[in-house]
């Protein structure tokens, strides 16, 4: 485990040499938000990190439903009965298990690993443009339908789930990066994923941090980049089929 700080985020990174997985934890005057849970294995050091922080976990907002994100919310709501738990209206059904498609989506198979035998149930259903805390919730569909974005409103720092990746080559949800392939292979739909990068970069965030891989400060130039390697890649991929 490896904890990396940058003001108010602290990125917790589990296995940060071989198949790094973060969650973060975002310091408020009193409390802490944990933004996403991680693996199953990484009760332990969610607990340990917010103990030398000296604060309380009050909030656990989940950006999707993956089971890398979400593996270890049953351990953490056992050892924090009090904690509320919060993700999209949309991705709740992933976290219960459902991968039916709703009503107007585009018709892509949801992917990855959706957990099957996850017993925490939600407190509160997030929409776009809600608060929690410091942070206000984006929706950022296309990794799965329901991905939220987190903008600390404080710094403008952005934790962005799977948007994007940085191990293995920063890219857009949905770019195959050869050194790591899973984002992408994880990925509902691509055209979804390159709207809401778009989006996401309007935010003018300060701070990048995603799922897989380090922070990364002032970085604008870095994300026009990969928005123009991901709209070449769909147009050509979208033109052969």
Not at 7 to 23: E, H, S, T
Not at 53 to 65: S, W
Not at 197 to 204: Q, T
């Amino acid at each position: 485990m490896k904890i990396t700080r940058i003001g108010a985020l602290y990125q917790i990174a589990f296995m940060p040499r071989i198949f790094p997985v973060n969650c973060y934890l975002v310091e408020e005057e009193q409390d802490l938000t944990l933004v996403d849970a991680a693996m199953p294995f990484s009760v332990k050091g969610i607990l340990q990190a917010a103990q030398r922080i000296g604060k309380p976990i009050t909030r656990i907002v989940l950006t999707h439903a993956h089971g890398d994100h979400v593996g270890a919310l049953d351990g953490l709501k056992k050892a924090l009965p009090q904690v509320k738990v919060y993700i999209s209206r949309r991705d709740a059904k992933l976290l219960a298990g459902n991968k039916e498609l709703e009503p107007g989506e585009a018709n892509t198979p949801i992917k990855g690993d959706v957990p099957k035998s996850i017993q925490t149930k939600p407190d509160v259903l997030l929409e776009d443009g809600d608060r929690i805390g410091s942070l206000q919730a984006v929706a950022a569909p296309g990794h799965t339908p329901g991905m939220m974005a987190f903008l600390d409103t404080r710094s403008r720092a952005l934790i962005a789930g799977d948007a994007f990746q940085v191990r293995g080559g920063m890219a857009v949800a949905g770019v195959t990066k050869f050194w790591f392939p899973f984002p992408a292979m994880a990925t509902w739909n691509k055209q979804a994923s390159l709207a809401s990068a778009r989006k996401l970069r309007e935010l003018n965030p300060s701070v990048l941090a995603v799922g897989h891989g380090q922070m990364i400060e002032q970085p604008q130039a870095r994300i026009d980049r990969v928005l123009e390697e991901a709209s070449k890649k769909f147009t050509i991929e979208a033109a052969s089929m």
